[in-house]
T-cell receptor, first 110, second 113 residues
């Protein structure tokens, strides 16, 4: 069955440190892949997306993600985290269905 | 431009009453349409999706149902609401010809009392 997993429920990093949020999926074919961010009380904002081509995708706010077909993963990275990056991050995956992971809550320490 | 309208924005309904949430899309044709529920502090749970008029795929076998009577209209319904149906409901659409992005409605807050 199709599924998407974000293994980390909560991650804490220090401001200025690097960040990697994990996303794994199970689909019969390469799906569309997305990362969204949601701040408290706010809607979902698209960070980046992948559907074909270069497997390293650049997004907004300095984020990037790498699609690895062999690992069925689409991990989100940022080289230096800012306090304003504290939020909930969702990976979304699908073909006709679009499934969201449970989310990873990011806390940034000063 | 592409827009999505979802209503009502807020709803307080007694247990056992019916439900109807409606979503319409403008500026596109034959999009994929979705209904999600987001519980407080949780992710988005896919409830239903539709790839065309009258075509509904159900992900959650509960007392909710969905219908797509027109190409750009998607309705979420229930005949009898349960307390556990409370939550934030989001309509969304996806169209490969419009940047391959998922677009979301404003959401509907449902409280079942």
């Amino acid at each position: 069955a199709q599924s998407v997993t974000q293994p980390d429920i909560h991650i804490t990093v220090s401001e200025g440190a690097s960040l990697e949020l994990r996303c794994n999926y199970s689909y019969g074919a390469t799906p569309y892949l997305f990362w969204y961010v949601q701040s408290p009380g706010q809607g979902l904002q698209l960070l980046l997306k992948y559907f074909s081509g270069d497997t390293l995708v650049q997004g907004i706010k300095g984020f990037e993600a790498e699609f690895k077909r062999s690992q069925s993963s689409f991990n989100l990275r940022k080289p230096s985290v800012h306090w304003s990056d504290a939020a909930e991050y969702f990976c979304a995956v699908g073909l006709n269905d679009m499934r969201f992971g449970a989310g990873t809550r990011l806390t940034v320490k000063p | 431009s592409q827009t999505i309208h979802q209503w009502p924005a807020t709803l307080v309904q007694p247990v056992g009453s019916p439900l109807s949430l409606e979503c319409t899309v403008e500026g596109t044709s034959n999009p994929n349409l979705y209904w999600y529920r987001q519980a407080a502090g949780r992710g988005l749970q896919l409830l239903f999706y539709s790839v065309g008029i009258g075509q509904i795929s159900s992900e959650v076998p509960q007392n909710l149902s969905a219908s797509r009577p027109q190409d750009r209209q998607f309705i979420l319904s229930s005949k009898k609401l349960l307390l556990s149906d409370s939550g934030f409901y989001l309509c969304a659409w996806f169209d490969r010809s419009f940047g391959n992005t998922i677009y979301f409605g404003e959401g509907s807050w449902l409280t079942v009392v």
